[in-house]
RNA sequence: GGCCCCUUCGUCUAACGGUUAGGAUCCAUGGUUUUCAUCCAUGUUACAGGAGUUCGAAUCUCCUAGGGGUCACCA
């Protein structure tokens, strides 16, 4: 049995470097049918918001990922902690500390001055004289003085840390509240976590909670930490470079199987495979393929996969997701006409929204270059031969809307650039666009004329 | 600064000591298309540098350089 969990503390929006270290965890626990925990790291600061908790739920449900049973508060497992705390003072195991904080501070400059590293050093780990007045103490952890620490994780191997590097920790402020490492270290354990993948960051957190771990007698998990996501820079990745913010795709117009698509690639392949289905990314993940080098952030590829999902969405789902982006065509009776003549032209939703407003609506003013353009002398004459084959035509298909400007062709020897581009600028305002036979259909004869002609008084007037 | 980790086309990546170093994206060119897009084809571009080990190194070792992470009574 696999349970993985994502602990995310509720300070802001779901990140995008969240989102694929949670995505490697659910994709390892649903391939081994094993358990996906949440667990909200909320150990007081006012930093924590129910709306951040929230939004992070609302990522997690538009990208189609779930957690199992019930999400972990941390804050509500304050007496648990309590307890561990109590155990470990008694055992003597941790110990109560009475340096102050500007103590404390003096030290760190000391040995900053000196180029050491900055740590704790031990004066009350033995201290059994009456404590100062005044100072309230908080509980430091002992950590082993000499030798190494050493852990094997499963992305970067054998990580071996000097015992040294490690001080006695806080595990609990004054006051009693316990801090990150205690914690989480307790909850993974207690929460039965087999394997703990995380960001990079926490790499030298490891340590810590394996002395945690040790103290409490724990079952140790595999640890796997998965390397930062930098921009294209290779520089910590900011809103400058684009949206950080899991839903902020959704606005952009991506789909989440796109976006689910690009990350699960980002420090991770399975062979020369690009197109991952969910199904086959719960298939083919394991964290033994993810990569030890950081990647960097380049949306190119996210832009092309987000093209490539819409042009093989089916169009009922395809339908309902536009209605959110402003283009609401499912019950519209042409419905496959338009998303055929569009959904490959648009790379987001937006695009293809937006493509599909042109269409839909009749332009409202022509820009005079492209009437310049496309307007030649002998334009109004082509386009009246045009509407007159056009009404006496059979029109059952979209092929058909090409003959009759294939006739014209011929009838009158021109170009087709002669009929089409007028024509073009003429439904759509627009220089570019669908096909003009895919276009016609959709608007119908009736439509289509109404425009052409409006189009030439214009022209007249 | 100490400690830890990392380094293959611009970007994402493949390669379990023997390959003309592969794929994808991007870019360029050509084809298809009334336009644009799609699609197809072709092309440019990479083993950070230096020493070893070996018949043979992108792969193993060491050094150098560069990048990242971390050093809280934050998480």
């Not at 209605?323 to 019950?331: F, N």
């Not at 929204?353 to 009437?371: D, G, M, R, V, W």
Request: net charge negative; aromatic share 10%; glycine share 8%.
């Amino acid at each position: 049995m696999i349970t993985t969990r994502f602990a995310p503390s509720p300070t802001g929006y779901l990140h995008i470097g969240g989102l694929r270290t949670s995505l490697f965890s659910w994709l390892w626990a649903r391939k081994n049918e094993g358990q996906f925990l949440l667990r909200i790291e909320d150990t007081d600061l006012a930093r924590n918001s129910e709306d951040a908790v929230a939004a992070i739920l609302k990522a997690f449900d538009w990208v189609g990922m779930s957690y199992d049973g019930e999400a972990l508060f941390q804050s509500k497992r304050f007496d648990v902690y309590a307890k561990y705390i109590e155990q470990l003072l008694e055992e003597g195991k941790a110990y109560k500390c009475y340096m102050s904080k500007d103590e404390l501070t003096a030290l760190r400059e000391e040995q900053m001055a000196k180029g050491e590293r900055t740590r704790y050093d031990g004066r009350y780990r033995d201290f059994t004289g009456t404590p100062p007045e005044g100072v309230e103490p908080v509980i430091r952890i002992k950590a082993p003085q000499e030798g190494m620490i050493t852990f094997n994780d499963g992305v970067k191997g054998e990580i071996n840390i000097a015992a040294s590097e490690v001080d006695d920790f806080v595990i609990a402020r004054a006051g009693g509240v316990p801090t990150y490492n205690f914690v989480v270290a307790i909850d993974d354990a207690q929460m039965g976590l087999t394997d703990v993948i995380r960001g990079d960051d926490h790499l030298y957190n490891t340590p810590k909670q394996l002395v945690v771990y040790e103290a409490l007698g724990f079952k140790i998990p595999n640890f796997y930490h998965v390397a930062m996501i930098n921009n294209e820079q290779g520089k910590k990745l900011s809103k400058r470079d684009g949206a950080t913010d899991v839903m902020e795709y959704k606005t952009l117009g991506y789909l989440p199987e796109a976006l689910l698509n690009f990350l699960v690639r980002l420090g991770w392949s399975h062979g020369d495979q690009e197109i991952f289905s969910v199904e086959e990314m719960i298939e083919l993940f394991d964290p033994k393929d993810i990569n030890k080098s950081s990647s960097n952030y380049n949306l190119d590829k996210l832009l092309w996969l987000n093209a490539h999902y819409i042009k093989n969405m089916e169009h009922d789902k395809l339908a309902e997701l536009l209605v959110e982006y402003g283009v609401d065509i499912r019950t519209h009776e042409k419905k496959d006409l338009i998303l055929n003549a569009t959904k490959e032209r648009g790379k987001t939703l937006v695009e293809l929204a937006s493509q599909i407003n042109l269409i839909l609506n009749a332009p409202t003013e022509y820009n005079a270059k492209n009437f310049k353009k496309a307007f030649k002398e002998d334009t109004p004459e082509i386009l009246n031969t045009f509407m007159n084959l056009l009404k006496e035509a059979e029109l059952n298909e979209v092929a058909d809307y090409h003959k009759v400007m294939e006739a014209v062709v011929e009838q009158k020897e021109i170009g087709f650039g002669k009929i089409g581009m007028p024509l073009r600028v003429v439904l759509l305002g627009s220089m570019t666009g669908s096909g003009l036979d895919e276009i016609m259909a959709i608007l119908g004869v009736d439509e289509t004329i109404k425009r052409i002609n409006r189009a030439i008084e214009l022209i007249n007037a």
